[in-house]
């Protein structure tokens, strides 16, 4: 079945702990992304990647990490969580379409969510 | 004014009727629109593309107004299972980059 996994779904931690939440896809997609939703806000984009080692920021990078070792796996860490990442996060992946329609966007997979709540 | 827009709601519709939504967007050069539908602390999900030419599948039709800046979708025969909320999703230019609107929540009633 395709899909794109996250784990964990639910996590509470503490100020300054870090943490990683994984995310997983076997569409054998190029581009991932993370998003967080919030009330009144919508979907924001943190970090997206075209590619294996290929990754950039997104509308709110500050505070996260990501890495893109494999081209299924898509990480996201919180080296110092705080309160004001609280948060619906979500993993989505996507085909890409042909470079030379720059202005294209395909269907994007999301995974189920993690809600992270940092006290 | 933002790039993606949509009235919050909630709309509240009896069975059997029809709504629609309206999403507007203020990037003329946009070229990819889709609608996404989110169940309540789920993942969206893809519910329809919107191509130029305006495009149904089943009860859900979507248009794009290029003149106006907005993309619409039109449900009929609402059914219990429609309750959610409808994300419209645009490109406003640039490599599969794409920006969500806040989204619309529907809610149909017995």
């Known amino acids: 079945e395709a899909q794109v996994t996250q784990n964990p779904r639910y996590l509470i931690t503490v100020t300054g702990k870090k943490l990683t939440v994984t995310c997983s896809q076997n569409?054998?997609?190029?581009?991932m992304s993370w998003y967080r939703q919030d009330p009144g806000l919508g979907l924001r984009q943190i970090y997206y990647?075209?590619?294996?080692?290929?990754?950039d920021k997104g509308d709110v990078p500050e505070g996260y990490k990501v890495s893109r070792k494999e081209k299924r796996n898509f990480p996201l860490i919180l080296e110092s969580p705080s309160p004001n990442q609280t948060s619906l996060y979500f993993c989505?992946?996507?085909?890409?379409?042909?470079?030379?329609?720059?202005?294209?966007?395909?269907?994007?997979?999301f995974g189920p969510g993690t809600r992270l709540t940092v006290t | 004014r933002k790039e993606v827009e949509q009235d919050p709601g909630p709309f509240n519709v009896p069975e059997g009727a029809t709504v629609a939504f309206n999403c507007t967007y203020s990037?003329?050069?946009?070229?990819?629109f889709f609608w996404y539908r989110q169940d309540c602390r789920k993942e969206p999900k893809l519910l329809m593309s919107?191509?130029?030419s305006g495009n149904e599948d089943g009860r859900f039709t979507a248009q794009l107004n290029r003149a106006s800046q907005y993309i619409s979708l039109l449900i009929r025969d609402s059914k219990l299972s429609d309750s959610a909320t409808y994300l419209c999703?645009?490109?406003?230019?640039?490599?599969?980059?794409?920006?969500f609107g806040t989204g619309t929540k529907l809610q149909v009633i017995p």
């Open positions: 569409m054998n997609h190029e581009y």
């Open positions: 919107v191509y130029s």
């Open positions: 990037n003329s050069a946009s070229q990819s």
């Open positions: 989505a992946s996507s085909s890409l379409p042909p470079l030379r329609t720059s202005g294209s966007s395909y269907e994007q997979y």
């Open positions: 990647s075209m590619n294996v080692e290929v990754t």
């Open positions: 999703v645009v490109n406003p230019g640039g490599y599969q980059k794409v920006t």
